[in-house]
C-alpha cells in the first residue's frame, strides 16, 4: 500500500508481527494466529493514526488527479469496469465521499459476482450488464470460468498504473499536484505484462474492429439488450463452457499478473483449487470423458447454492 514499514515496526512488534508476515491463507506458510494478531495490529487507533496520517499526501495527489480529470465538475460519473467485486467503484466512493463536490458514481461492470457486500445506494451503484448476482443468470455467470483470461485480453496498453504521488514541485503551494507512477518497465512484471499484451494484440485488434462494425448493426436494426441476450448465452456456452482444446489452448493464459503477491508462494491447495476447465491441459479436455459437461455441472450446482 506504499507505506514506510520502518515507521509502522513498533506497532507490529507489539502485537508481535514481522514487516514480512506471512497473512495471505492462499500463501505457503500462513497461520491462524499471524492473522488474528494482524486483526488486532488494524484496530489500534495509534496504528490507525499513523496510517491516515502517512497516507494522507497520496490521498491528496489522487483527489488532484480526478480533479485534472474533471471528476468533480460533474453531478453523475459513469465508472466502467470489467468486474467483478465492485472494489473499484466502492473505494473511489470512500476516497472522495467527504468532499461536497463529491458526484454520485454509476458503475457498470461485464460481470458483478458480488461476493463482497459492497454498499448499492443512490450516490454509490454498481450493475454487472452480462452477469450480475442480483439478477441472476446461469449463462451471463459462465464469464466466471475465464476471469483472467478476460482480464489480460483487456489489459492497458502499458504497464500497471501502481500509484499516485505527490509532485515534489507543488509541495509548498496551496493547489497540490500529483504524478502517475507506473511499475518499473524493466523489471519482471513490467516484462511479463508486456509478452502478454503482445500474445493477446490480435485478439484485441480483433474485438476492437469487430465492436465497431457489430454497434453499426445494432442502430440499424434496431435490436434491444433483451432481443440480443439469447445469442449472447447461447455463445457463453458454446464457447466458454463447452470449448474446442485448441481455442483453450490459444486462450489460455501463460500468466496472470497479480500485483499483491507472486503465485510461486501460493498454497498449492489453493492453485489446483483453482483449477478450473480453462486451467486443464489439451491431453486432459481431450482424453477425460465427460470433462466439460462435469465442470459446467458443477458450476450450476455453485450458483444455485449461492
Wanted: glycine fraction near 6%; include cysteine; hydrophobic fraction near 40%.
Amino acid at each position: 500500500f506504499g507505506l514506510n514499514a520502518d515507521d509502522f515496526k513498533p506497532y507490529l512488534e507489539r502485537k508481535g508481527l514481522t514487516v514480512d508476515e506471512v497473512i495471505s491463507q492462499a500463501d505457503k506458510g500462513s497461520s491462524d494466529t499471524s492473522r488474528r494478531k494482524l486483526g488486532l495490529l488494524l484496530m489500534d487507533s495509534e496504528f490507525q493514526a499513523l496510517a491516515r496520517q502517512s497516507a494522507q499526501p497520496y490521498r491528496d495527489a489522487f483527489v488532484s488527479y480526478l480533479e485534472d480529470e474533471g471528476f468533480f465538475e460533474q453531478k453523475d460519473v459513469a465508472v466502467v469496469d470489467i468486474g467483478w467485486l465492485g472494489t473499484i467503484h466502492n473505494n473511489l466512493f470512500n476516497a472522495v465521499s467527504h468532499l461536497d463536490s463529491a458526484p454520485n458514481i454509476h458503475g457498470y461492470l461485464m460481470c458483478a459476482t458480488r461476493y463482497i457486500d459492497y454498499p448499492n445506494s443512490r450516490d454509490r451503484y454498481f450493475k454487472g450488464l452480462v452477469y450480475d448476482r442480483f439478477r441472476f443468470d446461469m449463462g451471463g455467470s459462465l464469464l466466471e470460468y475465464i476471469k483472467d483470461v478476460i482480464e489480460e485480453i483487456c489489459r492497458a496498453p502499458h504497464t500497471s498504473l501502481i500509484a499516485y504521488d505527490p509532485d515534489p514541485d507543488t509541495a509548498d503551494s496551496k493547489k497540490k499536484g500529483f504524478q502517475l507512477v507506473f511499475r518499473n518497465s524493466d523489471d519482471e512484471s513490467a516484462r511479463a505484462e508486456r509478452d502478454q499484451s503482445a500474445y493477446y494484440a490480435p485478439l484485441q485488434h480483433g474485438i476492437l474492429a469487430a465492436v465497431a462494425a457489430y454497434a453499426k448493426a445494432c442502430a440499424v436494426l434496431g435490436y434491444s439488450t433483451d432481443e440480443i441476450k439469447p445469442w449472447l448465452n447461447f455463445s457463453l456456452h458454446r464457447y466458454i463452457a463447452f470449448p474446442r482444446t485448441d481455442d483453450v489452448m490459444r486462450m489460455q493464459l501463460k500468466a496472470h499478473q497479480d500485483d499483491f503477491g507472486k503465485r510461486e508462494t501460493a498454497n498449492l491447495k489453493n492453485l489446483l483449487a483453482e483449477r478450473g476447465l480453462w486451467q486443464k491441459t489439451a491431453a486432459a479436455l481431450r482424453f477425460i470423458p465427460g470433462v466439460r459437461s462435469r465442470a459446467f455441472k458443477a458450476h450450476c450446482f455453485s450458483k444455485m447454492r449461492l
